[in-house]
């Protein structure tokens, strides 16, 4: 059952960003649960790969909507993105060399990341974007 779930109080009333979004949780829910289930590291490395993928592929999306509209507080959301990036991806090298061991430390700093950077940074533009005439 998953345990980090999208909900209505995550909208930012934007159809593909809720949507992507939407997504990423149930990305970091299934990281959670290989590793809190014991999956092995192959596994476990495959969740993280896709999750960071998408994790991209969604800030671009973000990001070109908001330049679309000359968003004020572009460079805000710029560079939370960037920092979770490089963040993640430090995480995934050091994963993938035996470094670091993914635990519920990891995942816990994932969901209270997307979670604040949604209801902070993303639905500050909700309203930007709904007066542009996105929906
Ligand atoms: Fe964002």
Redesign the pocket.
Known sequence: MPTFTWNDSYSVNIKILDEQHKKLFTLIDQLHNAMSTGKGKQMIGQVLDEMLDYTRTH?TT?EDLLKKHNYPDLLK?QK??AAFVQKVSEMQQKFNNGSLTLSIEVSQFLKDWLSK??LG??KQYAQFLTEKGEH
């Open positions: 800030f973000e959301q939370e993105h950077h949604i940074a993303d």
